[in-house]
């Protein structure tokens, strides 16, 4: 099956400890992205890779780090997480196809992260 | 970097047509709009694609007029699962091929009511 996953689906932790999302799709796609979703303020993009080793930031990249080192997996770091970064995390990966468009994003089940 | 500006909510009734605009001024050329349906505690789901003119799939039909600068998603006789938040996505790739950000509006919430 066709899917994007995400783990862990919930994690509660505390200011400072360093964590990792992971994200893996295993639909060889080449676009790979993270939001985060927050009430009032809708999908905002972290960091997005158009392929290995090639990433990029979104509209609010700070205290975030990505890597891409394989193709199918896009893990989000949070190095020193702060109460402001509790948050719904999705990933998403997508295949960019001929004349700029990019296909559909399928989105992972979402992290529910909450830093105290 | 295109942003897009959405109605913060919608009500509609069972059977009726709803429509959903979404502006995006600052539009690129290369930039196509997306509109995705959200669930609660779901990821967004596609719903379509255009970049001009009308495009229509089984579940809805987008309206892009010739200046781009806005979007009209048309929902067919919403029933009462189509209660959810609508999301425009405006991005694309630029003319070497690097990705353009992607910039989802802050969603509208539709509700049906029977």
């Known amino acids: 099956e066709a899917q994007v996953t995400q783990n862990p689906r919930y994690l509660i932790t505390v200011t400072g400890k360093k964590l990792t999302v992971t994200c893996s799709q295993n639909?060889?796609?080449?676009?790979m992205s993270w939001y985060r979703q927050d009430p009032g303020l809708g999908l905002r993009q972290i960091y997005y890779?158009?392929?290995?080793?090639?990433?990029d930031k979104g509209d609010v990249p700070e205290g975030y780090k990505v890597s891409r080192k394989e193709k199918r997996n896009f893990p989000l770091i949070l190095e020193s997480p702060s109460p402001n970064q509790t948050s719904l995390y999705f990933c998403a990966s997508s295949l960019p196809l001929a004349g700029g468009r990019f296909g559909e994003q399928f989105f992972g089940p979402g992290t529910r992260l909450t830093v105290l | 970097l295109a942003k897009t500006t959405q109605p913060i909510s919608m009500d509609s009734y069972e059977g009726q047509e709803v429509n959903i605009t979404c502006s995006h001024n600052n539009i690129a050329t290369n930039d196509y709009i997306t509109w995705y349906q959200q669930f609660p505690s779901q990821g967004p789901r596609f719903i379509i694609q255009g970049y001009k003119t009308k495009v229509t799939n089984e579940v809805a039909s987008l309206f892009i007029p010739a200046d781009r600068k806005s979007s009209t998603l048309s929902l067919p006789r919403v029933s009462l699962s189509d209660t959810a938040v609508y999301y425009c996505l405006v991005g694309g790739r630029t003319s070497s091929g690097s990705a353009r950000q992607l910039t989802f509006g802050s969603g509208t919430q539709l509700t049906v009511l029977p």
């Open positions: 639909m060889n796609h080449e676009y």
């Open positions: 890779s158009m392929n290995v080793e090639v990433t």
